[in-house]
């Protein structure tokens, strides 16, 4: 599950910064590697914080892992992958930079799925093609 942060609820308890760990099962349609699949839900550790202006700020990690079959010999291939997350979500509409957020609440939705399409290879391969590819 993601969590959502209540951002008009945590600056009236004056608490301006957090972490957040959880694991969430990526949208259908996220990964288009022929024969891959994620092996287990995407984890995200998060440190979120609250400024002035009600804006948050929000970066961490994603990590992944996917399983299917290495693009280049088509064996059975299982490879973990992270990836940065950043965004700062301001209230009312997002402006393409930043992402927006209303009724004092910060949805990490959009933000989670940009981070993992941006950490997600072009392609999965097994342990020995890699090793082949760094050579
Ligand atoms: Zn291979």
Do not use: W
């Not at 993601?2 to 308890?13: C, D, E, F, G, S």
């Not at 891959?36 to 009600?54: G, K, M, R, W």
């Not at 209230?91 to 949805?107: C, F, L, P």
């Amino acid at each position: 599950m993601i969590p959502v942060i209540q951002v008009r609820t945590l600056a009236a308890k004056k608490s301006y910064e957090g972490r957040l760990a959880f694991c969430f099962v990526p949208e259908d349609g996220l990964l288009d590697i022929p024969y891959t699949e994620f092996a287990a839900p995407v984890s995200a550790e998060l440190h979120y914080a609250i400024l002035e202006d009600n804006s948050v700020e929000v970066e961490g990690t994603v990590t992944f892992t996917l399983k299917g079959l290495c693009s280049r010999c088509l064996e059975e291939a299982e490879q973990s992958f992270s990836g940065d997350v950043f965004g700062v979500f301001v209230e009312g509409e997002g402006d393409g930079e930043t992402y927006g957020y209303r009724n004092g609440a910060v949805d990490l939705t959009e933000l989670l799925k940009d981070a993992v399409l941006f950490a997600i290879p072009s392609r999965l391969l097994c342990g020995r093609c890699a090793e082949e590819e760094d050579l």
